[in-house]
């Protein structure tokens, strides 16, 4: 069961959450993507002050022989809360809690729950540590849906910009979670995708595997920067403030001609969804 449990918790690994941010945010509600992205890191970067101001352990630290090592890879840092049950329960129910729909609501409980208790059976967090995500989870995915982040004027680059500031005076020590975090709360904050999701299956598949392709060749080319400059805050920062940028700016401009623009415009929700 080892092996399954660790097919089930990879599901919450930051490859998968990219994947959906992305796709959610071309082909079903771009708008509603970037309030979920903000959402997302806002998230994000309260996971990591709990889980590094608290520092709790998690069960195999007085036990090693209740994680495997594979399992124990996949553990970093302190125990509570959760990261994979708390990210997992923002983006899906947050998905769910914007377009509405009954069974996107089943759909993303089930997997928030067998997420959730992966983490369990591979002996990675304690129950409380579950319980706690899941409550952050649920509380930054209502944020997703009723909250809308300024897009315009000052509110739009003032909050990157804080970002930055924060990330230069951040000490060398700083977990990698939090640069990785402001990264996205800026990089999401920036952003002003006024494009329209395509409407037929060639041009979904198109911008799908094109999109993925040019996020991903970024993600792992600045993935490659030597160990020394990488993990530089505000290196940290930069980097997955440029992903977020390409995934919502570059890719709708390259592939313009599925994604076509709505200047001035935001996309409302599909409405098959109200």
Do not use: C
Request: net charge positive; glycine share 8%.
């Amino acid at each position: 069961m080892d092996s399954f449990w660790m097919a089930v918790t990879n599901l919450g690994r930051d490859e998968v959450f990219i994947v959906a941010l992305a796709l959610y945010t071309w082909l079903v509600w771009p708008s509603g993507g970037r309030n979920l992205g903000v959402a997302f890191a806002l998230s994000y970067l309260v996971n990591s002050a709990l889980k590094y101001g608290l520092d709790l352990p998690r069960p195999f630290f007085s036990d090693p022989s209740v994680a495997s090592e594979a399992a124990k890879a996949t553990a970093g840092g302190p125990g509570l809360p959760s990261g994979h049950t708390q990210m997992s329960a923002t983006l899906w129910f947050g998905i769910a809690a914007q377009l509405g729909r009954r069974w996107l609501w089943v759909a993303a409980a089930l997997l928030v729950a067998v997420v959730a208790v992966s983490r369990l059976a591979l002996g990675v967090h304690y129950p409380s540590d579950v319980v706690v995500g899941l409550l952050l989870g649920g509380l930054f995915a209502y944020a997703a849906a009723r909250s809308h982040f300024p897009e315009h004027d000052l509110g739009r680059w003032l909050p990157p910009a804080l970002v930055l500031v924060v990330a230069a005076v951040l000490p060398a020590n700083t977990p990698r979670e939090v640069g990785a975090g402001l990264g996205l709360l800026a990089g999401f904050w920036v952003t002003r995708p006024t494009f329209a999701p395509p409407r037929d299956l060639a041009g979904r598949l198109i911008v799908a595997v094109a999109g993925l392709v040019m996020v991903f060749a970024v993600y792992f080319g600045l993935s490659a920067l030597p160990d020394a400059l990488k993990d530089l805050t505000v290196v940290r920062v930069l980097r997955y403030a440029l992903l977020v940028v390409v995934a919502a700016e570059v890719v709708p401009a390259v592939l313009r001609r599925w994604l076509p623009a709505q200047t001035g415009v935001t996309v409302p929700a599909p409405q098959a969804v109200h």
